[in-house]
Each structure stands twice: as structure tokens, then as C-alpha cells.
């Protein structure tokens, strides 16, 4: 018996997606941060997300105080990476986290621009604001997936969920999908996940993409934090059905996330490079098509290379196997030799069944 590949369905305004095996890649832009605390520049993202040809838009829903205290002690001092060492986690999150007024706002503008718009909650209280909100699905972030909690209440919702794998082993994975499961969640797509800012294409492993799907059973992906456009091109050719990636206006106007953010240009060329690996990775054929046909003047095949008279026996003086290929396959040549004429043929005449007598 075939099983069926999983599939992982949205609906909400714009219309109905089905994602997984078969469809097309459902990718995601990821605002973070990167409105630098302007509600003019978060919606110019929203609006160069939707140019560059994306399916979603995705913001992160908390506060400094609903992800830790204000505390400047050495345990809440970040000390990685460049943009945010020297902060203390506190001082972080209150430059990159996004207003909780400017969400449902920002979510009726994205859907006006046809995108799917949802958000990551960092705690049940954010959940009971995008709840209100009517959120189409969450995504649980790679650092929140042991968050019993939180993973029980997003579960509740019988919203479908995204959920980063960084930093998750697959123990505590399979755990974080029975929770959720078990909360009412109806299912699950799972991204592969390097938690590096940035990441580099050795830490990658990409091959985990594929594994994820065979033993979990789930829709799989990508949130890549890799620099440039090679990775989430190759992870679509491994199998990946979402991808989900960091961008800003101008990596140069800086904030916490621009470091790994993709330009606008540089969004619309991974968007337009993902739909090209995808139509190029197709389905399983071995049948020529229209366009290759076209190149049959390049095969060969077999032709009559002298003269002949009906009757006449086919000989390796009188056929020969050249180009072009619109004579009989080169494989019937052993047995064409021998056999006679049914009439008198041109030389350049391409063999076929009608000249050769039964």
C-alpha cells in the first residue's frame, strides 16, 4: 500500500493554500525586527514582501516583559552576535519586538495585498491577542518548542502550526508534536532550522529536510538564516514545501535581525529562483517531450547511404547508423541487415518498417 505524501491546508481571506509534495513552494517573509519600531516601515516591508512574489508574512508577537525581566546581570547579558552583543535581553527585545497595536492593522493590510498573515507567539498571552485577531495558524519558534505551555495553549486554537526545529533534538521534536497534537492541534509542518545569525551553508545539512517528513510524517521546510539565495534554492530540490526567510528595506539602515535579512531585490530573485527549482524538479518521466523533440535531427538513426533496387538485400554498405534521427532506432540495425527492399530507395532515405519486406 502507497501512502499518501502529508499535506498541511490555510484558509483565511485570501482563498485556501494546500502546501506539501505536488504544490507549489508556500514562502514566507519574515518582518522580525526589521521595521526598526516604524509602523511607515513595516508596512513599506509588507509592501515589498508582496512585490517580490511571496505567499506570507510573518511577525513575532511578545514584549520584553512576556520573554524575561529586567534584569543586568551576567545570565541576561547577550554576548552573540555583532547587532546584539552588549545588551541585556531585556534592552534586545524592546528594540525589535513589534508594537501589539500596529498587528491587526498590519494584518488587514497584508491580506489587501493577497498574502497570508500570521504571527509567532512567545507566550499565552500573545495567543489570546492573535486569537482575537482570528489568526489562520501560528508558528512556534525554534527556542519556544519546549514550551509545554505554550505549545498546549497554541494547540487549543485547532490552528494549524508552522514550528522551527533549531536547537531541537528529535526527542524533545516528537514531543512538541504530541503536545500539540494532543492540545487539538489538526497539524503540523515542521522547518529545518540552524540557530546561528547568520548561519553559514556548512552548518546547514540540508538532508535533514527529507528525514524530517520520512520520520515525523509532516509537511517539512526550511527556516534558513544563511546569507544570499544558494540555500533555499538547494532546499527546495531536497524537498522542502516551505521556506521562510529574514528580510529588511536596507541591511545598512541596521537592526537586530538586518545582519541575516535578505534585501527587497534580493527577496524577489530567491522568490523567482525557488519557482524555477521547483518547476525544474517536476515528476518522474521518461518521456520526451514537445520541446526536446524538437532536437531528433541529433540522435541517429538508420539510413539507406546508396541506392538500392526493390528486392535488394540491406547491407552495412547500403545502411548505416547517422544523424539525424528520422530513420529506425540505431537498435534494429542487426536485424534489418539481410532482409530485402520492398521497392526502390533513394540514398538519404530514412529506414523505415515500409521498406523493409516482411
Known amino acids: 500500500m502507497t501512502l499518501e505524501p502529508p499535506h498541511f491546508t490555510i484558509e483565511n481571506g485570501t482563498g485556501r493554500r494546500t502546501i506539501g509534495p505536488g504544490n507549489s513552494t508556500f514562502i514566507i517573509a519574515e518582518m522580525s525586527g526589521n521595521h526598526n ?13 508582496a512585490a517580490a512574489g511571496v505567499d506570507a508574512i510573518k511577525l513575532q508577537t511578545y514584549t520584553p516583559d512576556t520573554l524575561t525581566i529586567d534584569c543586568d546581570n551576567e545570565y541576561f547579558q547577550v554576548g552573540v552576535n555583532e547587532a546584539w552583543a552588549g545588551k541585556t535581553l531585556y534592552q534586545l527585545y524592546g528594540e525589535a519586538f513589534t508594537p501589539w497595536d500596529w498587528q491587526p492593522k498590519l494584518k488587514e493590510y497584508a491580506e489587501s495585498k493577497g498574502l497570508v498573515f500570521f504571527s ?31 505549545l498546549r495553549r497554541i494547540g487549543a486554537t485547532q490552528k494549524p502550526v508552522i514550528l522551527s526545529r533549531g536547537l531541537t533534538s528529535a526527542e524533545d521534536l516528537q514531543l512538541a508534536l504530541q503536545t500539540l497534537s494532543e492540545a487539538g492541534c489538526p497539524q503540523v509542518a515542521v522547518l529545518h532550522c540552524v540557530s546561528s545569525y547568520p548561519a553559514s551553508a556548512a552548518q546547514m545539512n540540508l538532508a535533514t529536510i527529507a528525514e524530517i517528513a520520512e520520520r515525523f510524517g509532516v509537511v517539512s521546510g526550511l527556516s534558513d538564516h544563511t546569507l544570499g539565495l544558494v540555500v533555499p534554492i538547494a532546499a527546495v530540490s531536497l524537498g522542502a514545501s516551505i521556506i521562510e526567510k529574514h528580510f529588511t528595506l536596507a541591511r545598512a539602515d541596521g537592526g537586530p535581525d538586518a545582519a541575516f535579512s535578505l534585501e527587497p531585490q534580493e527577496l524577489a530573485e530567491m522568490v523567482a529562483a525557488v519557482r524555477q527549482a521547483e518547476m525544474a524538479a517536476g515528476q518522474p518521466t521518461f518521456e520526451i517531450g514537445d520541446k526536446e523533440s524538437e532536437n531528433i535531427v541529433f540522435r541517429k538513426s538508420i539510413f539507406v547511404v546508396e541506392a538500392m533496387k526493390q528486392g535488394e538485400p540491406f547491407t552495412a554498405e547500403k545502411i548505416r547508423i547517422i544523424r539525424p534521427g528520422f530513420g529506425l532506432a540505431p537498435k534494429h540495425y542487426d536485424s534489418v541487415i539481410g532482409q530485402a527492399a520492398t521497392q526502390d530507395i533513394e540514398r538519404g532515405t530514412p529506414l523505415s518498417w515500409e521498406l523493409i519486406a516482411k
Open 37 to 49: 519600531q516604524s509602523f511607515e516601515r513595516a508596512t513599506s516591508l509588507v509592501d515589498a514582501a
Open 120 to 150: 509567532n507567539p512567545f507566550d499565552v498571552t500573545a495567543v489570546d491577542f492573535l486569537e482575537a485577531m482570528e489568526m489562520p495558524l501560528y508558528k512556534v519558534a525554534s527556542f519556544e518548542t519546549g514550551d509545554l505551555p505554550l
